[in-house]
């Protein structure tokens, strides 16, 4: 058990609607990352937050929005869902710095009919 | 850009033998590298981690590698069990970018009884 949990385990819903996902970290780290792994395209890396701010972007789209909040869970909200964005979704966490390890959640797998 | 590869999608080896991993990296400016291993249904775990200023780094049964003169990282796993069949994830942090870790697409490996 890596110590993050993240929620829901599964979500099912439709093109054009919105959904929020949820992680929180270990206890004690203050990193929050979130990476998209799909078939085809591998682990993609979405954003980061340390400590309630946004560290790092990479490859997420505008539909895509992210935030950490003071108790240091973060919400991944996806809106305007397309069949593409089908996919597990991953929260990891860390100590923050450089070389401090990823510790990830078990995911949420999500498809988009 | 950087860009992290494993030269064999899938790789079957006999229990009890010893298995190498291999993949390569386009960036010379990395200098962290980690090995996550993935098993079905569950998020990445962190294997072992090395840093540029090493060219071997030895765990729990995993030994890996690095020759930075041709960008090559390799993860091995003495006396292969059931319990190591999994995807094998190498990723790299470039110093350019202190937190965006980058995956490549991840080896199969099977273990034979």
């Known amino acids: 058990d890596s110590g993050v949990t993240q929620t829901p385990k599964h979500l099912i819903t439709a093109t054009g609607q919105r959904v929020t996902l949820r992680c929180s970290p270990r206890?004690?780290?203050?990193?929050v990352y979130w990476y998209q792994q799909s078939l085809d395209q591998g682990l993609q890396f979405l954003i980061q937050?340390?400590?309630?701010?946004?560290?790092a972007k990479g490859n997420i789209l505008e539909r895509f929005s992210a935030q950490q909040f003071p108790d240091l869970h973060s919400e991944l909200n996806l809106s305007s869902l397309e069949l593409g964005d089908s996919a597990l979704y991953f929260c990891?966490?860390?100590?923050?710095?450089?070389?401090?390890?990823?510790?990830f959640g078990n995911g949420t797998r999500l498809t988009v009919t | 850009g950087e860009s992290v590869g494993l030269h064999l999608p899938t790789l079957s080896v006999q229990e009890g033998d010893n298995s190498i991993i291999n993949c390569a990296y386009s960036?010379?400016?990395?200098?962290?590298f980690i090995w996550y291993k993935q098993e079905s249904g569950k998020g990445p775990q962190f294997i072992i981690d090395i840093r540029s200023n090493m060219d071997k780094r030895q765990g729990q049964r995993v030994t890996v590698l690095l020759n930075k003169t041709v960008k090559h990282l390799s993860l091995q796993i003495a006396a292969t069990q059931p319990g190591d069949s999994a995807v094998y994830f190498c990723?790299?942090?470039?110093?350019?970018?202190?937190?965006?870790?980058?995956f490549g697409a991840g080896t199969t490996v099977t273990v034979r009884a």
């Open positions: 937050y340390y400590n309630g701010e946004e560290r």
């Open positions: 206890s004690g780290d203050l990193s």
């Open positions: 960036n010379s400016a990395s200098d962290y």
């Open positions: 990723a790299e942090i470039p110093r350019s970018n202190d937190y965006k870790l980058s």
């Open positions: 990891a966490s860390s100590a923050g710095q450089r070389s401090s390890p990823l510790h």
